[in-house]
């Protein structure tokens, strides 16, 4: 492969990952052990919070009424478009039953976990997609119960995140953030369930939480900064390009943000034009991707298309935006990223906001191995399987041998008790 670096990323100062899994494993340990108390007090010093922590019914559905009536149609057509792409997915797999041989029946069913706790990020940005993202995607699933925590503001819960989350169809609201929120929300505080899945975006320190809850309860994934791969050719706007590179770095400063292309005019225009249209962004905004370009941005030269191709795949980017011709190509040629964004008449931002797939989508690498958010993450898919007596002499004899050559003497007996017994068959 060859790639020539026209911007390379210096990368972020370095800094310990263990200081942040040892304060995590501190506040757990004692949420565990003192339970609402220790949750109470870390709401006050983390987040200055005081306020009632389980928000009634009632405070939802009057959110709407603080809200400009666009932004409630905006909200409605986001949650309409996410809705119904996660009920196509649910209705994308199904429960089966196949006869294996004469007699040996088996199959699959799908249940929904009891409960979900979906965490929707506060903090710098008032993330509304994440509320629609994590709870319609729980009810499409079918789940019984949803309950959902975000960080309160001074001035609580912004209304915006309030009127999502009851659109969406959450059960109770918990105003608590980071990991007394993650640890409200698994461990079952202020009157709630345990939750037997966690969803959703959030800091290090929520996503810690997270990956040290995981077992008992689990998660939907284990989440980092947020990243972008743009694949373009000489087809490709410089401006477009530029400013959807832009809109991804405005994220944080540890957001990675990376250009691979096949033609050098537009790699250039891109250097030169992406730092002035960060200057235009407001506070903290203009900061934050200041920061994300210089230290993570890179933008690369490949030879061909192929090239680009499987250097995306090689850094399986949480966003892959492909702005080059052939469309069909790239679609059927890209297999490592969290979501595909196909053509210059896409960006990002639709899928982030309210296009309708899921933007909780792995970060970090991970999308060689996973894909993001989706109502399976919701589902246990289990199997069953039933034998008749015209089954036992083959399955018996099979599972008997198998078990001897393991070493499992009693696992032979199991199965060869079968067939002496023989039996009558079950009762339909």
Not at 310 to 322: G, I, K, M, N, Q
Request: hydrophobic share 45%; proline share 7%.
């Amino acid at each position: 492969m060859t790639v020539t670096p026209l911007k390379a990323a210096p990368g972020l100062p370095a800094h310990s990952t263990a200081d942040t899994a040892d304060i995590v494993q501190i506040m757990l340990a004692r949420l565990r052990a003192e339970g609402e108390a220790a949750a109470l007090d870390y709401a006050a010093r983390l987040d200055g919070w005081q306020g009632e922590i389980v928000l009634p019914t009632a405070r939802l559905a009057e959110a709407q009424r603080a809200l400009p009536v666009t932004l409630v149609e905006d909200i409605a057509y986001a949650h309409a478009n996410i809705r119904a792409f996660a009920e196509a997915q649910r209705a994308s797999v199904q429960e089966f039953e196949i006869e294996l041989r004469p007699g040996l029946r088996a199959g699959q069913r799908l249940i929904p976990v009891g409960c979900a706790g979906c965490y929707v990020p506060g903090g710098r940005y008032a993330h509304i997609a994440s509320a629609l993202m994590t709870v319609t995607t729980a009810r499409a699933a079918g789940v019984g119960r949803v309950i959902a925590c975000s960080p309160p503001g001074q001035g609580g819960i912004p209304p915006a995140i309030l009127h999502a989350l009851h659109l969406a169809g959450v059960d109770e609201m918990l105003a608590l953030g980071g990991v007394q929120g993650i640890a409200a929300l698994a461990l079952g505080l202020f009157g709630m369930p345990r939750a037997d899945i966690l969803a959703g975006p959030g800091n290090p320190f929520v996503a810690e939480a997270k990956r040290q809850l995981f077992g008992p309860v689990g998660i939907d994934m284990v989440a980092g900064p947020t990243d972008v791969m743009i694949l373009a050719d000489a087809s490709a706007d410089p401006e477009l390009v530029a400013l959807d590179l832009l809109g991804q770095a405005e994220h944080g400063g540890n957001s990675p943000v990376w250009l691979a292309t096949d033609h050098r005019p537009l790699a250039e225009a891109v250097l030169a034009r992406l730092p002035q249209m960060a200057e235009t962004l407001p506070e903290p905004n203009r900061c934050a991707a200041r920061d994300a370009w210089a230290h993570l941005g890179e933008v690369m030269l490949c030879d061909t298309r192929e090239e680009m191709a499987a250097l995306a795949d090689r850094y399986a980017p949480e966003h892959l935006h492909v702005m080059a011709r052939d469309l069909p190509w790239w679609r059927a040629r890209l297999r490592c990223y969290g979501a595909l964004f196909l053509g210059a008449g896409t960006t990002v931002t639709f899928g982030d906001k309210a296009a309708g797939p899921n933007h909780v989508l792995p970060t970090g690498g991970a999308a060689r191995h996973t894909g993001g958010l989706s109502v399976h993450k919701f589902l246990k898919c289990v199997t069953w399987q039933e034998a008749a007596p015209e089954a036992l002499p083959d399955l018996a004899r099979a599972s008997a041998g198998i078990s001897r050559a393991e070493g499992m003497e009693g696992h032979a007996r199991s199965a060869e008790a079968r067939i002496v017994r023989r039996p009558l068959r079950a009762a339909s």
